[in-house]
C-alpha cells in the first residue's frame, strides 16, 4: 500500500515548503496524487477535524483505500523523520478507528511522509504500537535514474 520514496515532481516545488504548502499542493493536485499513491485510493478529506472532549485534532489528508476497505491517514512533515512523529501518527490512527471505522472496515493505516529519514530511528519507533503504519520519504526534484528505479521496485518497511 505504501512506497518510498514518494515522487511528488508533478507539485513543481523546489527549496524549503512548508508542511501546509505541501498539503496545498497535493490537495490542490489530487488526480496527480492519488495516480502516484496507487491504484485504490479514494479522497476522503484534508484538515478533517475531531474533538476529542474539547481539543481539536486535525488530520492533514485523509483517504478510504477503497479495495482494502480501510482508512488511510497521511501525515506529512516537510523535515526529517522525528520519533514523535510516530506517536502521533498512532493516535491519529487510534482516533478514526474509533470514530469513523465501522464493523466492514479494516483497521485504519497510517503513512508518515517525511522530507528524510534515518531507518534505524524509524524502525525504533514504533515500538509495541500495534497499529498498522508505515514510514516514507518523499522528493520534489528531479531524482537519479538508480534511485528513481528502486522506487519502482522497492518494497518500504512497515510495521503492522
Given at each position: 500500500m505504501a512506497k518510498d520514496p514518494y515522487n511528488f515532481e508533478f507539485l513543481r516545488l523546489s527549496g524549503d515548503v512548508t508542511e501546509r504548502d505541501l498539503e496545498n499542493a497535493l490537495t490542490g493536485r489530487i488526480t496527480e496524487t492519488l495516480q502516484e499513491l496507487e491504484p485504490g485510493f479514494s479522497?476522503?478529506?484534508?484538515?478533517?477535524?475531531?474533538?476529542v472532549d474539547g481539543d481539536d485534532y486535525y488530520i492533514d489528508p485523509l483517504f478510504v483505500h477503497v479495495e482494502q476497505l480501510r482508512y488511510v491517514i497521511i501525515e506529512l512533515k516537510t523535515g526529517k523523520f522525528q520519533p514523535e512523529?510516530?506517536?502521533?501518527?498512532?493516535?491519529?490512527?487510534a482516533l478514526v478507528d474509533?470514530?469513523?471505522?465501522?464493523?466492514?472496515?479494516?483497521?485504519?493505516?497510517?503513512?508518515?511522509?517525511?522530507?528524510?529519514?534515518?531507518y534505524r530511528s524509524v524502525r525504533y519507533s514504533p515500538g509495541r504500537s500495534t497499529s498498522p503504519m508505515t514510514v516514507a520519504a518523499y522528493t520534489y526534484d528531479k531524482l537519479p535514474p538508480a534511485e528513481q528505479q528502486a522506487g519502482q521496485g522497492g518494497a518500504s518497511r512497515s510495521r503492522r
Open positions: 479522497f476522503v478529506g484534508r484538515q478533517v477535524h475531531f474533538d512523529f510516530a506517536g502521533k501518527l498512532n493516535f491519529y490512527v474509533d470514530v469513523l471505522r465501522r464493523d466492514f472496515h479494516n483497521e485504519t493505516v497510517g503513512i508518515l511522509i517525511c522530507g528524510t529519514k534515518n
